[in-house]
C-alpha cells in the first residue's frame, strides 16, 4: 500500500524559499500522479500543482494560476520522491501543503481536484512571515 510523507516545511520570511518533498513508499507501479494541495483553517483544500510520471519520464505537470512562476514541481523516481519548490514566498502562501498519489493518472490541464486522488499525506506546514 502506498504511503505518502510530506516533509520541508517550515517558518520563512516572506521573499524566501522552501522546497517540499513527498516521499512514497510502497510504490509498486512507475506510472502515477502527484497532486499537491494546500490548505488554511475554515478554507477549502486548493489544488495546486501535480506531475505525471511514467517509467521514470515526467509526462505531464500543472500548475494552479495561483502559484504559476514560483512553484516547481519534479520527480525523483529512483528516491520515489516528488518535490515541490518554491520561491519567493508570500504570506498567503502559509498554509499545510498535502501531496496526494493516484495510480495511472495523467495531470489534467483544467485542474488538480482532491477527488482524483486516493492516497494523502499527513501534510506539512509552511508559514511566511511579512
Known amino acids: 500500500e502506498v504511503q505518502l510523507v510530506e516533509s520541508g516545511g517550515g517558518s520563512v520570511q516572506a521573499g524566501g524559499s522552501l522546497r517540499l518533498s513527498c516521499i512514497a513508499s510502497?510504490?509498486?507501479?512507475?506510472?502515477?500522479?502527484i497532486g499537491w494541495f494546500r490548505q488554511v483553517p475554515e478554507k477549502a483544500r486548493e489544488g495546486i500543482s501535480c506531475?505525471?510520471?511514467?517509467?521514470?519520464?515526467?509526462?505531464?505537470?500543472y500548475y494552479a494560476d495561483s502559484v504559476k512562476g514560483r512553484f516547481t514541481v519534479s520527480s525523483d523516481n529512483a528516491k520515489k520522491t516528488v518535490y515541490l519548490e518554491i520561491i519567493d514566498l508570500k504570506p498567503e502562501d502559509t498554509a499545510v501543503y498535502y501531496c496526494?498519489?493516484?495510480?495511472?493518472?495523467?495531470?489534467?490541464?483544467?485542474?488538480?481536484?482532491?477527488?482524483?486522488?486516493?492516497?494523502w499525506g499527513k501534510g506539512t506546514l509552511v508559514t511566511v512571515s511579512s
Open positions: 496526494a498519489f493516484r495510480s495511472h493518472y495523467y495531470c489534467s490541464q483544467y485542474g488538480v481536484f482532491e477527488n482524483a486522488f486516493d492516497k
Open positions: 510502497g510504490l509498486s507501479v512507475d506510472t502515477y500522479g
Open positions: 506531475i505525471s510520471t511514467s517509467g521514470g519520464h515526467t509526462d505531464s505537470t
